[in-house]
């Protein structure tokens, strides 16, 4: 009997797809299974039983729908966010990413989500912890994960699979607490933002803050250039109100200037565009010299 077969055989549904899904993220299939039953009873497009108001727009253990999905989310902010699909994306985030996968109320777009968040999870920190940061933190998480690895012997024995538990891989982001890797997360959203709102340079990269060029001899962690990125983006932006303040200033002093007097020989006119281009012009340079002493 094939792995695909034997899917089929102990409750998974569209196992084929789930098989495929699994494999395209490099999440052991066993543990796809493991996922699936814990989470849907093998693979259903259900909605959770979390203690938050429907709202009147789902049904709770009711089937997902794209019309129930579509109506609920824009009033998710207000009710509080409920599982979704076969894996049971819970976090907005998550939601999200489906959404621009193709939808949130499609069970293949939602295990693609799922299977690559826990993936994500075995791979930086193992197995059983993997399966408790899918569920969350505290005492049920912990059970979650204990219940989760006693159903993925099982389902290793029933696909014929037996690998052994991969060690958490390495890397500067591992070394990380989970409060610092969320306030990466949150600085790498707002510098995503800032890049999108027109407040960096796309064409180098540069995504809202000043790049170190030649850098210094100091050994910064990736948290560490985040927050150094961050608050010189939030120094830099009311430099850039007080020098577009003083182009207002000295743009109108010009132009009161450049008025000729009323009656017969009052001068010739001035080029009040030339001007303001000439002044900005002299300010950037200003500003490019000040920063470079501060260097």
């Known amino acids: 009997m094939s792995a695909v077969d034997s899917l089929a055989a102990w409750g998974i549904l569209r196992a084929p797809e789930v098989a495929a899904i699994a494999a395209g993220v490099g999440l052991e299939l066993a543990a796809a299974a493991t996922l699936l039953e814990k989470e849907s009873a093998g693979g259903r497009n259900v909605w959770g039983h979390d203690s938050v108001s429907t709202?009147?727009?789902?049904?709770?253990?009711g089937p997902?729908?794209?019309?129930?999905?579509?109506?609920w989310k824009p009033h998710r902010g207000r009710l509080g966010s409920q599982g979704v699909g076969p894996c049971q994306l819970t976090w907005p985030g998550y939601q999200d990413q489906a959404d621009?996968?193709?939808?949130?109320?499609?069970?293949?777009?939602?295990?693609?989500?799922?299977?690559?968040?826990?993936?994500?999870?075995?791979?930086?920190?193992g197995l059983r912890d993997g399966f408790r940061r899918y569920?969350?933190?505290?005492?049920?998480?912990?059970?979650?994960?204990?219940?989760?690895?006693?159903?993925?012997?099982?389902?290793?024995?029933?696909?014929?699979?037996?690998?052994?538990?991969?060690?958490?891989?390495?890397?500067?982001l591992m070394a990380l607490s989970d409060a610092e890797q969320g306030e990466l997360l949150a600085l790498v959203r707002t510098l995503h933002h800032q890049l999108y709102a027109g407040e960096g340079d796309p064409a180098t990269g540069r995504a809202g803050w000043r790049t170190w060029a030649g850098g210094t001899d100091e050994t910064l962690t990736?948290?560490?250039?985040?927050?150094?990125?961050?608050?010189?983006?939030r120094q830099l932006h009311p430099n850039l109100i007080s020098l577009h303040q003083k182009v207002d200033?000295?743009?109108?002093?010009?132009?009161?200037?450049?008025?000729?007097?009323?009656?017969?020989?009052?001068?010739?006119?001035?080029?009040?565009?030339?001007?303001?281009?000439?002044?900005?012009?002299?300010?950037?340079?200003r500003l490019a010299q000040s920063n470079n002493q501060e260097r």
């Not at 990736?222 to 983006?233: F, G, I, K, Q, W």
Request: aromatic fraction near 6%; include cysteine.
């Open 249 to 285: 200033r000295l743009t109108a002093r010009e132009t009161d200037r450049a008025t000729p007097p009323a009656g017969p020989g009052g001068g010739a006119p001035v080029d009040l565009d030339a001007l303001a281009a000439r002044v900005v012009e002299l300010l950037a340079q």
């Open 135 to 172: 569920n969350g933190s505290g005492p049920a998480a912990e059970r979650y994960a204990d219940d989760a690895m006693a159903k993925l012997a099982k389902w290793r024995d029933r696909l014929g699979t037996h690998h052994p538990s991969p060690a958490p891989r390495g890397g500067p």
């Open 100 to 125: 621009r996968a193709g939808g949130c109320w499609d069970p293949l777009v939602s295990m693609r989500v799922g299977f690559a968040v826990l993936a994500g999870h075995i791979g930086r920190h």
């Open 55 to 61: 709202g009147g727009y789902y049904e709770k253990g």
């Open 64 to 71: 997902v729908t794209r019309e129930n999905y579509t109506a």
């Open 222 to 233: 990736v948290v560490d250039y985040l927050r150094r990125a961050n608050v010189e983006t």
